[in-house]
């Protein structure tokens, strides 16, 4: 499976910005996805996870995003997005998409998701 995430750029607080996931995996549907971001000098976080439609699990996002930020997907282009709203300048942070497969409890996890993108960097001024 490869990942190519874009949609990254230059903001300021306040606006909102739509980071897209293009998968290349014939299986996409089955694929758990997720987002993570990474500040300069933190440790990768987890920011949300989507599970695959035909699961009846859990869309997840992380305290600091919840309310702001949205995860969804398309098969039909696999692709998930994430759109942020509100952006504040400590969402500063190079952002992955991940995949996954299989059910668990630690889809919040980096080490659930096997495959990575490259990521892309987004930058909040205030």
């Known amino acids: 499976v490869q990942l190519q995430a874009s949609g990254g750029g230059l903001v300021q607080a306040g606006d909102s910005l739509r980071l897209s996931c293009t998968a290349s995996?014939?299986?996409?549907?089955?694929?758990?996805m997720g987002w993570f971001r990474q500040a300069p000098g933190k440790e990768r976080e987890f920011v949300a996870t989507?599970?695959?439609?035909?699961?009846?699990?859990?869309?997840d996002y992380a305290d600091s995003v919840n309310g702001r930020f949205i995860i969804s997907r398309d098969d039909a282009t696999n692709t998930v997005y994430l759109q942020m709203n509100n952006l504040k300048p400590e969402d500063t942070a190079v952002y992955y998409c991940?995949?996954?497969?299989?059910?668990?409890?630690?889809?919040?996890?980096?080490?659930?998701?096997?495959?990575w993108g490259q990521g892309t960097l987004v930058t909040v001024s205030s």
């Open positions: 991940a995949a996954g497969m299989g059910a668990s409890t630690s889809y919040r996890h980096y080490r659930y998701y096997g495959h």
């Open positions: 995996a014939h299986r996409f549907s089955i694929l758990r």
């Open positions: 989507i599970p695959p439609i035909t699961w009846s699990g859990t869309i």
